[in-house]
C-alpha cells in the first residue's frame, strides 16, 4: 500500500514559519544575513507588485473603467 503524501503548505505559510522562528539562536552575522535574504525578496515582492499593477492599468485602459 502507498503511503499518503504529506499535506501541502499554504500559500505564504512559509513566511508565516519565518516570522515565528526565535531570533535568540541567531548570531549578529546569521541575522545580517536574514535581514540581507529578507530585504531582497521584499525588492522581488515589490517588483510584481509593480507589474501587476501596471498589467491592471493596462487592462483597466483598455476597457475604459
Known amino acids: 500500500m502507498m503511503e499518503e503524501a504529506p499535506p501541502r503548505r499554504g500559500r505564504g505559510q ?3 514559519d519565518v516570522t515565528r522562528e526565535d531570533l535568540d ?3 549578529v552575522e546569521e541575522l545580517e544575513e536574514r535581514i540581507a535574504l529578507l530585504e531582497g525578496e521584499i525588492t522581488r515582492t515589490r517588483a510584481q507588485l509593480d507589474r501587476k499593477r501596471s ?3 493596462a487592462a483597466d485602459a ?3 473603467r
Do not use: D, P
Open 14 to 16: 512559509g513566511l508565516i
Open 25 to 27: 539562536l541567531y548570531a
Open 55 to 57: 498589467g491592471r492599468a
Open 62 to 64: 483598455l476597457f475604459k
